[in-house]
């Protein structure tokens, strides 16, 4: 699976959040260090996610971009 992530640099390393998961951030030192953190934080979103749909009647959708 992938994800469009955004980086921001700063004086501390490198902010990266993920604009279709809302509310998931990670950071790191370096940029590669930053995108390995995000591949995590992005795992654990989606554990909280089947974790909050479990017993919930759910579809998916394609969608043409």
Request: proline content about 3%.
């Amino acid at each position: 699976m992938n994800y469009k992530v955004i980086l921001e640099r700063s004086e501390e390393g490198v902010a990266v959040s993920v604009p279709g998961l809302p509310g998931c951030y990670s950071q790191g030192s370096t940029e590669a260090e930053a995108l390995e953190n995000v591949s995590e934080a992005i795992i654990e979103y989606l554990e909280v996610v089947e974790a909050l749909t479990r017993g919930k009647t759910v579809r998916q959708v394609e969608v043409a971009a």
